[in-house]
């Protein structure tokens, strides 16, 4: 089975960590050509479609940027004396897809075993989770209004053109996906069309959007779910508390007793931080990494 290497995607290792990660988006020409369709073809998604396995939410189509209701391309399956109600039917979406919508497939790296060896491999990369979603795109189609994600992209392009438009990262990033207008956005950092082979990363918070030039488009967003310094952080401190039983008394919270609470807390604070200032960084970051490693990467 192909999988790429982490070069093969941001070229040269200390020099994507040292200008680019986290910090601005960076396009490879030609990064995986003569490689890329060995991860995800049209064919491969048109054959799990017709299988009749394929089911929500794995499968959402989306138009003019809004999802559309799966009760427009699903149905109840009896399988085994058991009924399901949300097994996708091919030709509904089909159907769909040629009256302009875009089909994504969510963690596809559960469904396919290409894709999932590009998840795993940057997976291991970052010690944290990551999946994979296709878009296939309709020609002259925008499947989405612009945004941005939660999470750092590696987008791989795989078939046919897309235009993307990406703007700078704002000042101030928010955890969280949103949606806004070219206005709001202004004008963009810089406007390609991307071909087969080409990989593009962005970190999380870029605002964005893409549209299918000439033909059907497709590609994949390979998702790396960040963990700030705060998830970390938290992760420290809940494994502190789990093996100190002293946090493990249940005080009586009341309004008449508040000034004894306040005492009290203030003596746990203590020994939180008394028991933080007990631990090796690089015990602790050797946890943070394993625990990373752990994550479920189907």
């Known amino acids: 089975m192909y999988v790429p290497e982490f070069t093969d995607l941001v070229g040269d290792e200390q020099e994507f960590f040292a200008s680019a990660f986290n910090s601005r988006a960076v396009l490879r020409r030609g990064a995986l050509r003569g490689t890329h369709q060995h991860l995800l073809t049209v064919k491969d998604l048109d054959g799990l479609l017709r299988s009749g396995s394929a089911r929500l939410p794995y499968v959402r189509v989306t138009k003019d940027g809004d999802p559309l209701h799966p009760m427009n391309y699903t149905k109840l399956l009896r399988v085994q004396g058991e009924y399901f109600a949300d097994a996708v039917v091919p030709e509904q979406v089909l159907g769909l897809f040629r009256a302009g919508a875009t089909v994504t497939w969510n963690t596809i790296n559960h469904l396919h075993a290409g ?26 189609t925008e499947g989405f209004r612009p945004h941005h994600d939660p999470v750092d992209v590696f ?9 993307w438009q990406v703007w700078p990262l704002p000042e101030v990033r928010k955890g969280d996906a949103a949606q806004f207008t070219r206005e709001q956005l202004g004008e963009p950092l810089f406007t390609a069309t991307l071909e087969p082979g080409d990989v593009m990363y962005m970190p999380y918070g870029t605002p964005h959007v893409a549209m299918a030039e000439g033909g059907t488009s497709l590609h994949l967003s390979v998702v790396v779910r960040p963990r700030m310094w705060g998830d970390l ?66």
Do not use: W
């Not at 795993?120 to 990551?130: G, H």
């Not at 809940?238 to 306040?262: E, G, H, I, K, T």
């Open 155 to 163: 987008v791989v392009h795989l078939h046919g053109r897309k235009r």
């Open 115 to 140: 894709v999932r060896g590009l998840t795993t491999m940057l997976a291991e990369k970052f010690s944290t989770k990551c999946d994979a979603v296709a878009f296939l795109t309709p020609p002259g």
């Open 233 to 298: 952080v938290q992760q420290t401190v809940r494994a502190v508390v789990q093996r100190d039983p002293r946090f493990a008394v249940y005080p009586y919270m009341n309004a008449s007793n508040a000034a004894r609470l306040a005492a009290d807390l203030k003596d746990v604070l203590a020994a939180l931080a008394e028991e933080l200032g007990k631990q090796d960084p690089d015990d602790v970051v050797a946890d943070l990494i394993r625990s990373g490693d752990e994550s479920v990467r189907l």
